[in-house]
């Protein structure tokens, strides 16, 4: 177990009540409710808002991002050594406190297309983006999701749409069988946790989450380098840990992970509630689109329908991965 810096932070918050308009009053003209002197406050919060500077958060932004930062590596260490510094001269008492977590590192991430002969993917694929010179650096995981068992698996895709529970049942509704199968589902409308617990609670032996360009890729607009949406070969990775059950380290429930806990006080991650049992990976639109081109069965109703320029069946098949 590696352990993974973390930091304390110290927040101020500043909650305003909304005010109800009455009589064509401005905002500004209006009490704002649980404040004594709504002049002070506003006075307050208008000098609040005039301090953050966006070329200043900008400047943050690329120092933070300079390297590739896993939890728990030394470059993680080093953005936690940062903000703490940062708070420091703002005047704020921080701490970094450390914990000794379980976490999962990557050692081979593999996904192909078994059947047909015809479909041809092997991923997760690099990302890369145009002539960016830090897609290359080897310090860059493979694409992955924290908290996923080791596993083999080969099955049949059933396609599942976001995931929701909802989902599920209006494929048990059509008869398509999902247990034994692996479930390819976008990501978006719900924690990917939260698809992975669904899948694994109805018999799915994998989960593949993917990007499709209709939630935050080129429906939208240009993709990055051009503009601001997802590229066609970008995965987002997360944490698929159930977290629902507890928050924190899996091996650790209701009580912090810290250095000096020992190991009898901790639960075997093979027992841990928060893990799931199924491998769940998840990938590129780029490496999902030769899944969902070759998948038959019916055809799935068009709110299921992604912006790939093919139809979207449910399967099962014959795609295997």
Do not use: C
């Not at 918050?13 to 004594?36: I, Y």
């Not at 390297?67 to 728990?72: C, K, Q």
């Not at 976001?162 to 978006?188: H, M, Q, S």
């Not at 949406?229 to 159930?242: D, F, L, T």
């Amino acid at each position: 177990m590696k352990p993974a810096p973390t930091l304390g932070l110290l927040f101020a918050l500043f909650l305003a009540p909304p005010s109800l308009a009455q009589g064509g009053a401005t905002n500004d003209e209006l009490d704002l409710l649980g404040f004594r002197n709504t002049a002070a406050e506003r006075k307050i919060e208008t000098e609040f808002l005039a301090v953050p500077d966006p070329s200043l958060a900008e400047a943050h932004l690329r120092l933070l991002t300079q390297a590739p930062h896993i939890a728990g590596s030394p470059e993680d260490k080093a953005t936690a050594d940062y903000v703490a510094r940062k708070f420091r001269d703002a005047g704020l008492e921080t701490e970094i406190v450390e914990y000794r977590v379980w976490m999962n590192y990557p050692q081979e991430i593999s996904v192909d297309i078994t059947e047909p002969a015809a479909a041809r993917m092997h991923g997760p694929s690099p990302e890369h983006v145009s002539a960016d010179p830090f897609q290359n650096d080897p310090r860059i995981t493979p694409a992955f999701n924290g908290m996923s068992p080791s596993a083999d698996v080969e099955a049949e895709v059933v396609y599942a749409n976001y995931g929701a529970p909802e989902d599920f049942e209006r494929l048990a509704k059509e008869k398509v069988e999902v247990r034994g199968k692996i479930v390819l589902v976008r990501y978006g409308k719900s924690f990917r946790g939260v698809k992975a617990f669904v899948a694994q609670e109805h018999g799915a032996v994998g989960v593949l989450l993917y990007s499709d360009p209709s939630d935050d890729g080129f429906k939208h607009g240009d993709s990055y380098p051009l503009g601001p949406w997802r590229p066609e070969s970008s995965v987002q990775r997360g944490s698929v840990g159930y977290m629902f059950f507890y928050p924190g380290d899996p091996t650790t429930p209701g009580v912090a992970s810290s250095p000096s806990l020992p190991d009898n006080k901790r639960v075997p991650p093979a027992k841990a509630e928060q893990l799931p049992a199924i491998p769940v990976t998840p990938l590129s639109y780029q490496d999902a689109r030769p899944i969902l081109e070759a998948m038959n069965g019916p055809a799935a109703p068009q709110e299921w329908q992604g912006a790939g320029p093919f139809t979207y069946h449910d399967g099962p098949g014959p795609v295997r991965a």
